[in-house]
């Protein structure tokens, strides 16, 4: 069905029917429906606009359906989301995904999320602390622009 068929399909069987029945799909997909799907759903109007956007990201992607979801359970890891991670590693499991593939993933989605931490306390150090051309004393604070306790 090409977008506008579904925009059409949306407007004639109004979004209470969609929203319905595209969390169905979902359920006969995935095996569950996300807890933010069920809330949004509340709102016929905001899942369906959620899930638009979200198929036209991932229906026009290059990407395989397998690593979509590997890619959200990285994300969902860095983000320290369980929800996140448990969802789309099922998912990505229903798609073909190995163990190996998922613990490579959890793995590299660990070494992104350190490498948040050390670059965001490293850029405050930066701008708290100035330079000491190499021998800085750590046990007290120096004073703002001499270097000086």
């Known amino acids: 069905m090409t977008f506008e068929e579904t925009?059409?399909?949306?407007?004639?069987?109004?979004?209470?029917?969609?929203?319905?029945?595209?969390?169905?799909?979902?359920?006969?997909?995935?095996?569950?429906?996300?807890?933010?799907f069920q809330r949004m759903a509340?709102?016929?109007?905001?899942?369906?606009?959620?899930?638009l956007y979200k198929g036209a990201v991932t229906q026009t992607s290059t990407?395989?359906?397998k690593n979509v979801e590997l890619i959200s359970m990285a994300?969902?890891?860095?983000?320290?989301?369980?929800?996140?991670v448990e969802y789309h590693m099922q998912a990505a499991i229903k798609r073909g995904a190995t163990r190996e593939e998922i613990l490579e993933v959890i793995l590299i989605a660990g070494l992104l999320a350190n490498s948040v931490v050390l670059a965001e306390a490293y850029r405050v150090m930066d701008a708290q602390l100035p330079e000491c051309g190499g021998s800085c004393?750590?046990?007290?604070v120096p004073e703002k622009g001499t270097g000086k306790k």
């Open 7 to 36: 925009l059409s399909s949306i407007v004639k069987r109004g979004t209470p029917a969609i929203s319905k029945e595209w969390l169905e799909q979902i359920q006969d997909e995935d095996g569950r429906i996300p807890f933010i």
């Open 42 to 51: 509340e709102r016929p109007e905001v899942l369906i606009s959620h899930l």
């Open 137 to 140: 004393d750590t046990n007290g």
């Open 63 to 65: 990407l395989n359906p």
């Open 75 to 84: 994300v969902g890891a860095a983000l320290q989301c369980s929800h996140c």
